[in-house]
């Protein structure tokens, strides 16, 4: 969706889903109206969901507001580093190619396996005695 200089996407991974608007801009990136340095502490989060812009080398040329909720800080990231590339590709269509090559078009669909009945968890079982 795009509205004058302003480009919407939505974003998913694992249980977290993100809103991110990207307008043409000096770099600033606000997840849920903090600053990027203040919502993620580690250094791993901050670059992922800046890697499509790194790639295109074009780290100053946007600025990112993202909403995001649901799951933990790393799956946050990722939904919002699809989000970012499906904006980047509504901004330029021919970035798709190199996107898509990269992998960051692509929805990370692997999720929490669900707890079995009978099982400690998903796959582990309590521990057997025989006597």
Known sequence: MESGNVFYATGKRKDSVAKVWLTP???????NNKDLNDYFELNVTRDLLSSPLTLIEKTDAYD???????????????AIRLGVSKALV????????ILKSAGFLTRDARSKERK????????ASFQFSKR
């Open 25 to 31: 801009g000096t770099g600033r990136v606000i997840v």
């Open 64 to 78: 990112i507001k993202a909403t995001v909720m649901g799951g933990g800080k790393s799956g946050q990231a990722g």
């Open 90 to 97: 509504q901004v330029d269509p021919d970035l798709r190619g």
């Open 116 to 123: 079995k009945y009978g099982k400690k968890g998903a796959r």
